[in-house]
Nanobody
Framework: QVQLLESGGDLVQPGGSLRLSCAASGSIKSIGFMGWYRQTPGKEREQVAAVTTDGVTRYAESVKDRFIISRDDNRNSVYLQMNNLNPEDTAVYYC????????????????WGLGTQVTVSS
């Protein structure tokens, strides 16, 4: 089984910065896609940022030029550097990874962390 654990969520003032981390553990053979999503009450979970195994990144329009996603495959980890935060960034942030736990294409699955709360408020 694979477990993802996020950390780094906090209360921060508008204009501040936070760095979220997510580490995967378990019987992992390799990791493909890594990403960050966020969700607020009453809204659907939305993708914030993603990074492929080749390092290609994509961002939601609302966070472009403010957030930076990065990955460390040696640590089975993904990070989200969030700058110039505003109250609209308040949400629970979830990381997700596509992991292979055995031989063959059938052993790829998507895993999710439990989330970390980010609150932007003065």
């Amino acid at each position: 089984q694979v477990q993802l654990l996020e950390s780094g969520g906090d209360l921060v003032q508008p204009g501040g910065s936070l760095r979220l981390s997510c580490a995967a553990s378990g019987s992992i053979k390799s990791i493909g896609f890594m990403g960050w999503y966020r969700q607020t009450p009453g809204k659907e979970r939305e993708q914030v940022a993603a990074v492929t195994t080749d390092g290609v990144t994509r961002y939601a329009e609302s966070v472009k030029d403010r957030f930076i996603i990065s990955r460390d495959d040696n640590r089975n980890s993904v990070y989200l550097q969030m700058n110039n935060l505003n109250p609209e960034d308040t949400a629970v942030y979830y990381c997700t990874m596509r992991c292979r736990t055995g031989p063959g294409w059938g052993s790829w699955s998507d895993y999710w962390g439990l989330g970390t709360q980010v609150t932007v408020s003065s």
